[in-house]
């Protein structure tokens, strides 16, 4: 009996092992797969990662950047929504008390300013109307990490990643 049910347990944990499938994603602010029109060469990368290491072939005809984005990852984009008209200016980032938001000319319409926390939960939240050139988040009753601040005027969108001291 023991000859039989051995095997069968074998193959049934085989199986239910090969069943499962688990995809590699990065998420990051930037990122892009690209591929030459002639499949000869791709190119795949995310903003802000580290590079450990790069390789050349003896004739120089091959390069090869290694670091933590490995093949086969899927980048995702935190946000895909147009820019704002207007440059902003998010400072000092890294920050420790104070964040100020500075646009380098005056929105039309509602803008919204949404602080997200390090573990994505909305933690601050404000309108203001069109005028106000500069904005500031008070950051000293927050813990040290990565927020996300979105600025959103109509459809438009930008988001900034803020680390707090």
Same mark, same amino acid.
């Given at each position: 009996?023991?000859?039989?049910?051995?095997?069968?347990?074998?193959?049934?944990?085989?199986?239910?092992?090969?069943?499962?499938?688990?995809?590699?994603?990065?998420?990051?602010?930037?990122?892009?797969?690209?591929?030459?029109?002639?499949?000869? !060469?791709?190119? $795949?990368?995310? &903003?802000?990662?580290?590079?450990?290491?790069? %390789?050349?072939?003896? @004739?120089?005809? =091959? /390069?090869?950047?290694?670091?933590?984005?490995?093949?086969?990852?899927?980048?995702?984009?935190?946000?895909?929504?147009?820019?704002?008209?207007?440059?902003?200016?998010?400072?000092?980032?890294?920050?420790?008390?104070?964040?100020? !938001?500075?646009? $380098?000319?005056? &929105?039309?319409?509602?803008?919204?300013?949404? %602080?997200?926390?390090? @573990?994505?939960? =909305? /933690?601050?939240?404000?309108?203001?109307?069109?005028?106000?050139?500069?904005?500031?988040?008070?950051?000293?009753?927050?813990?040290?990490?990565?927020?996300?601040?979105?600025?959103?005027?109509?459809?438009?969108?930008?988001?900034?990643?803020?680390?707090?001291?």
């Amino acid at each position: 009996m023991k000859r039989i049910l051995s095997p069968l347990a074998a193959l049934f944990l085989f199986f239910s092992l090969n069943a499962q499938n688990l995809d590699q994603h990065v998420i990051s602010s930037a990122g892009s797969f690209d591929v030459a029109a002639d499949n000869s !060469i791709s190119l $795949s990368w995310t &903003l802000g990662e580290l590079v450990v290491t790069t %390789l050349e072939s003896s @004739d120089a005809s =091959l /390069i090869l950047t290694q670091g933590f984005q490995q093949s086969k990852l899927l980048i995702d984009g935190i946000e895909l929504h147009p820019e704002l008209d207007v440059e902003v200016t998010v400072y000092p980032n890294p920050a420790r008390d104070i964040v100020n !938001i500075k646009f $380098s000319e005056e &929105l039309k319409g509602e803008t919204m300013i949404f %602080l997200s926390g390090p @573990d994505g939960r =909305l /933690i601050y939240n404000k309108a203001f109307m069109p005028g106000v050139l500069i904005q500031q988040i008070y950051m000293d009753q927050y813990p040290s990490g990565t927020y996300f601040l979105r600025i959103q005027n109509g459809n438009k969108l930008n988001v900034y990643k803020i680390i707090k001291l």
